[in-house]
């Protein structure tokens, strides 16, 4: 069965610093993975996603994320948080037939 | 160019009412997908519709049901309502169904409340 995990319910990090958002997955065959960041009250805004090819895949507002297939993993970077980054974010993967399969989601809070 | 765009923003219900929420995907988009997300449950895929068709549900009761209009837009229905169909029900869009990693658009939800 297809999954995803995010290890952390919460990340917090300081304004300006770097932040990693985990994600792990398990699938069969080639993993297509995407980030969504859902700010309150709001609904989900994709972010990047990886298909194939470069293991860094670049997105919006600065994030990046790095597909590790050795480690099964897919973690979101910033090189520096802004506190307008927090909010809260999810790690998916597109399953058989169409659907997203989200992790639990990671609450990120940037504090200035 | 126009996002996923849901209506109502917020509905409120009593216990056995149908709730009837409705969703406009991007221009030139083929699939909608629902999907809920209830406090506690985290997002759970719901219905996908393509081309006028179901192509997949997930694990709902039947009183879930739904249908696309020939303009793509789409309806989902959920009747008997329970108290815990309580969420926010989100609507998401893509160019198409073939699997080929197509990013799907949410819209803003339909957060449902069931008294």
């Known amino acids: 069965a297809q999954s995803v995990a995010q290890p952390e319910d919460q990340v917090n990090v300081a304004e300006g610093n770097p932040l990693t958002v985990k994600c792990t997955y398990s699938v069969s065959g080639n993993p297509y993975l995407f980030w969504y960041v859902q700010y309150p009250n709001r609904g989900l805004q994709f972010l990047l996603k990886?298909?194939?090819?470069?293991?860094l895949v670049k997105g919006s507002y600065g994030f990046e994320a790095e597909f590790n297939k050795s480690q099964t993993s897919f973690h979101l970077k910033k090189p520096s948080a802004l506190v307008s980054d927090s909010a809260l974010y999810f790690c998916?993967?597109?399953?058989?037939?169409?659907?997203?399969?989200f992790g639990q989601g990671t609450t990120l809070q940037v504090k200035p | 160019e126009a996002g996923v765009t849901q209506s109502p923003t917020h509905l409120i219900k009593t216990r056995g009412q149908q709730a009837t929420l409705r969703c406009s995907p991007i221009s030139g988009h083929t699939s909608v997908y629902w999907y809920q997300q209830a406090l506690g449950l985290g997002l759970q895929f719901l219905l996908w519709?393509?081309?006028?068709?179901?192509?997949n549900r997930g694990n709902f009761p039947p009183r879930f049901s739904g249908r696309q209009f020939p303009n793509y837009s789409s309806e989902l229905n959920v009747n008997a309502l329970e108290l815990e169909d309580s969420a926010l029900y989100l609507c998401?869009?893509?160019?198409?169904?073939?699997?080929?990693?197509?990013?799907?658009?949410f819209g803003p939800g339909t957060r449902l409340l069931v008294l």
């Open positions: 998401a869009s893509s160019r198409d169904g073939t699997g080929r990693g197509e990013t799907q658009y």
């Open positions: 998916a993967v597109l399953g058989n037939t169409g659907k997203l399969i």
């Open positions: 990886y298909i194939t090819g470069d293991n």
């Open positions: 519709y393509d081309e006028g068709e179901e192509r």
